[in-house]
């Protein structure tokens, strides 16, 4: 079965700050891998998303995530995080053969002004 | 992209009795699904909710206390049965479109209180 793991429940940051959220996931198979954002009181966002090609993904937002298949890595960067960055981060990986979206445990992003 | 609109955004309900969740998506989709997000946790995914059949459930849920109904392919109901206070989460509603894209979209998302 499919599991995904972040290594980070929470993060605390101060601004200009380099950001990285650690993100491993278990499946043999072809995998689709997203990084979804819930800001304080709104629903969740889609950052960015793997599906082929270039492994370096650029997300919205100055976020990018880099997928390592021999790590079975999908970790988010940012060079450099704004106030406005404060939200929860959820990195997801869906089986190319099952179509399911499963979930990580979040990481809890606080960056202080 | 998919716009989807979830009904009732939030609801106190007494324990023991149900709440029905409607989620309307503003064009066709392929595959919808229900996820619960219980306080301070990330997303659980409930069922699939398949087109004209019954839902696929995922492991630790069961029709008997979430029947999901789709009709069609734009409109979803989730009902939560016979409710504790343990069934205190947000559900929501998400939808995947065609093409090689895939991306799931999700609604607001119902915040459900049992007393």
């Known amino acids: 079965a499919q599991s995904v793991s972040q290594h980070n429940h929470h993060v605390i940051l101060s601004e200009a700050a380099s950001l990285e959220l650690g993100c491993n996931y278990s499946?043999?198979?072809?995998?689709?891998l997203f990084w979804y954002v819930q800001y304080p009181g709104q629903h969740l966002q889609l950052l960015l998303k793997?599906?082929?090609?270039?492994?370096l993904v650029k997300g919205i937002k100055g976020f990018e995530a880099e997928f390592i298949k021999s790590k079975f890595s999908f970790n988010l960067r940012k060079p450099s995080v704004q106030w406005s960055d404060t939200a929860e981060y959820f990195c997801?990986?869906?089986?190319?053969?099952?179509?399911?979206?499963?979930f990580g445990q979040g990481t809890t992003l606080q960056v202080k002004p | 992209s998919a716009v989807i609109s979830q009904k009732p955004s939030r609801d106190i309900c007494q324990r023991g009795t149900s709440l029905t969740i409607q989620c309307q998506v503003d064009?066709?989709?392929?595959?919808m699904f229900w996820y619960r997000q219980q306080p301070g946790q990330s997303l659980t995914l409930i069922a699939t909710?398949?087109?004209?059949?019954?839902?696929?459930?995922e492991s630790g849920f069961v029709i008997d206390k979430f029947p999901i109904s789709r009709p069609n392919l734009t409109f979803s109901t989730l009902t939560v049965s016979n409710l504790s206070p343990e069934d205190s989460s947000i559900y929501l509603c998400?939808?995947?479109?065609?093409?090689?894209?895939?991306?799931?979209?999700f609604g607001e998302g119902s915040r459900l209180t049992v007393l």
């Open positions: 998400s939808a995947r479109g065609g093409g090689v894209a895939g991306e799931l979209f």
């Open positions: 499946y043999g198979g072809t995998v689709n």
């Open positions: 793997y599906f082929s090609g270039d492994p």
């Open positions: 997801a990986v869906k089986a190319s053969n099952t179509g399911k979206l499963i």
């Open positions: 064009s066709q989709v392929t595959m």
């Open positions: 909710a398949n087109q004209g059949s019954e839902a696929t459930y």
